[in-house]
Nanobody, 119 residues
């Protein structure tokens, strides 16, 4: 069983920055895809950014140029650096990891962390 623990959320003014961290309980990041998703009130969960096992990055159009996803395998941690935050970035942010093994897909989610951006 993999546990993911997010940290770094909070309240920030528009234009400010936050860095989210997601610590995994096992050494899985070197062979897993990792990502950040978010869910605003009344909306569906949406992809924010992902990083593949080989380090390929993908971002939602709404965050390109402002957010950066990174990974530190030695610390089993995935980060999301968020700059120039906007009120529309307000949401609960979730960390996700997933991998394929023997034809099976394994996927885990963190508990979520609130990010609130005031105007």
């Amino acid at each position: 069983q993999v546990q993911l623990v997010e940290s770094g959320g909070g309240l920030v003014q528009a234009g400010g920055s936050l860095r989210l961290s997601c610590a995994a309980s096992g050494r899985i990041l070197s062979y897993a895809a990792s990502g950040w998703y978010r869910q605003a009130p009344g909306k569906q969960r949406e992809l924010v950014a992902t990083i593949t096992m080989l380090g390929r990055l993908n971002y939602a159009d709404s965050v390109k140029g402002r957010f950066t996803i990174s990974r530190e395998n030695a610390k089993n941690t995935v980060y999301l650096q968020m700059n120039n935050l906007k009120p529309e970035d307000t949401a609960v942010y979730y960390c996700n990891v997933g991998w394929s093994r023997d034809g099976e897909w394994y996927e885990y989610w963190g508990q979520g962390i609130q990010v609130t951006v005031s105007s």
